[in-house]
């Protein structure tokens, strides 16, 4: 579990790791961080309406609601 602080806000934000996607990890907000990139990743709205995100593995793409990951992760 890694910890980060927001400097905006003055609070820590605790950050899970994806499972099966090292390189990325979650907070309890919905907000997607990628350990590669060093920074928080942007999510897009589907035509249903609900937030979506595209992680990486192995060179291939893979699209996963927010609602989904933040169910599986707590």
């Known amino acids: 579990m890694d910890i980060i602080k927001n400097f905006d806000n003055y609070e820590l934000i605790e950050l899970e790791p994806i499972k099966g996607f090292d390189k990325y990890a979650i907070d309890r907000f919905g907000n ?3 350990m590669y ?3 928080y990743l942007k999510s ?3 035509k249903k309406g609900n937030s979506k995100i595209d992680l990486v593995k ?3 793409k893979y699209k996963f609601d927010i609602d989904r ?3 599986l992760q707590f």
């Open 58 to 60: 192995n060179g291939k």
């Open 44 to 46: 897009y709205v589907c």
């Open 37 to 39: 990139q060093k920074k």
């Open 69 to 71: 990951l933040l169910k």
């Open 32 to 34: 997607i961080w990628s």
